[in-house]
């Protein structure tokens, strides 16, 4: 069975690092595109960054190019996503998905509609 498990969330500083996780089951990262998604309290879900499969290039939202990294880690067969100079703004379930493509077009122009498997989701919440 197919799936996407999430973790690494928690309480940070603001201003601090935080590295969240994607794993995946039933299939490699390697050969699809894993998209990172987070969703603050009271908000809709919104597009962070997306690495396809193989060796393409990682694409991100121009909010997210400066302090957000997303990077495949093939040995755990996981997705993860580095979170720099974290601010308040910044909390909420962070969650991954795939639309079960190699590349992030889908992500690009259709966002959250068009991901066809989701994690559960981590939380990560930033204050002092």
């Known amino acids: 069975q197919e799936q996407l498990v999430e973790s690494g969330g928690g309480l940070v500083q603001p201003g601090g690092s935080l590295t969240v996780s994607c794993r995946a089951t039933?299939?490699?990262?390697?050969?699809?595109?894993i998209a990172w998604f987070r969703q603050a309290p009271g908000k809709e879900r919104e597009k962070i960054a997306c690495i396809p499969g193989y060796e393409f290039r990682p694409e991100y939202v121009d909010s997210a190019k400066d302090r957000f990294t997303v990077s495949r880690d093939d040995a755990k067969n996981s997705v993860d996503l580095q979170i720099n100079s974290l601010k308040p703004e910044d909390t909420g379930i962070y969650y991954c998905?795939?639309?079960?493509?190699?590349?992030?077009?889908?992500?690009?122009?259709?966002?959250?509609?068009?991901?066809?498997?989701w994690g559960q989701g981590t939380q990560v919440t930033v204050s002092s």
């Open positions: 039933g299939f490699s990262p390697q050969q699809r595109a």
């Open positions: 998905a795939t639309d079960n493509s190699i590349l992030c077009n889908s992500w690009h122009f259709s966002g959250a509609a068009s991901m066809k498997l």
